[in-house]
Structure formats: structure tokens, C-alpha cells
């Protein structure tokens, strides 16, 4: 009876763990943690502040805000997944959470080494739709941004030499 417990207590992992000691992991994960809570924590303080006060609302700030949400979103995402793998010593989430295991098996990504016609394809979609159409999107909302930051700086450069000819 003791033997049939133990063929089920073994736990039986989808993808195979790194060969790497476990305080690697835990120091990994902590430092992540940490890292995590500091960018949430100031990129939340960044977002309060130009929340609260009307003169950091410039739009030269609008980059620094876009910046900080996105980081905030990052942290608030991927810290924790990354920290409770990390803790596990292995990915969590199972087969249907990721493709391909990667670094310390602790991270997935999707399956590149597979050449079949399906993978190709959600290959080149996901290039296109989570890579190439978001950065066409931000590369028009930056440059509109700068042109509108250049609008405003050159606006009192331009009406200062008519002022003075009157």
C-alpha cells in the first residue's frame, strides 16, 4: 500500500525542469518580486502626481504617463506569474498556459521550433497583431504627440516678435 501512494504522490510535470539549484530560483523570483512592487509603486506615485497636479499636465508628460502606465501594467502582470513559478521551481500553468518552456523552465513562449503550416501562420499573425499594427499604432500617437509638443513650443517663440514691432 505504501508503494501505490507513492506512485501517486509523484507529481507529474507537463514540461521538464532546469537543473539548477533551488536558491537560484528563490533569489530569482525574490528579486523580481521586488523589483515588481518598486515599479508598481512608483509608476502608481508618477500616475497620482500627474493625476493630482494640473501643472505637471503638460503634454511633454504625456510621454512620461504613457510610460509609467504601461510599465505599471507590466508589473502588475508579470511579476506575479513570474514570482509564483519561480517559487514552484517550474511553470505552473500547465500545457495549456504556454508552448515552449524557456530559461530556468520557470517562462513559456509559443512553439517557433515547429514548422508546420499552423504554427507558421499563428506565427506571422502574432507578429503582425501583437507586434507590427501595435507599433504602427504607437510610432502615429508619439509622432502626433511631438508634433502637438512642437506646436506648443514654437507658439510663444513666434508670437514674442510681434509683440515687439507693435
Known amino acids: 500500500m505504501c508503494d501505490a501512494l507513492k506512485v501517486f504522490s509523484v507529481p507529474s510535470y507537463p514540461f ?3 537543473n539548477v539549484p533551488d536558491h537560484a530560483h528563490y533569489i530569482i523570483g525574490v528579486v523580481i518580486l521586488f523589483v515588481g512592487i518598486t515599479g508598481m509603486l512608483g509608476n502608481f506615485l508618477v500616475m497620482y502626481a500627474f493625476c493630482r497636479s494640473r501643472s505637471l499636465r503638460t503634454p511633454s508628460n504625456i510621454f512620461i504617463i504613457n510610460l509609467a502606465l504601461a510599465d505599471f501594467l507590466m508589473c502588475l502582470t508579470q511579476t506575479p506569474t513570474f514570482f509564483v513559478n519561480s517559487m514552484h521551481k517550474r511553470w505552473i500553468f500547465g500545457r495549456k498556459g504556454a508552448y515552449v518552456p524557456e530559461g530556468l523552465m520557470t ?12 504554427v507558421r501562420s499563428y506565427t506571422m499573425l502574432l507578429f503582425t497583431f501583437v507586434f507590427f ?32 514691432k507693435l
Open 16 to 18: 521538464p525542469t532546469a
Open 107 to 118: 517562462s513559456c513562449s509559443w512553439d517557433y521550433m515547429t514548422f508546420t503550416p499552423s
Open 133 to 164: 499594427i501595435p507599433l504602427g499604432i504607437i510610432i502615429f500617437c508619439y509622432f502626433c504627440i511631438f508634433r502637438a509638443i512642437r506646436h506648443t513650443t514654437r507658439s510663444p517663440l513666434q508670437a514674442k516678435p510681434h509683440q515687439g
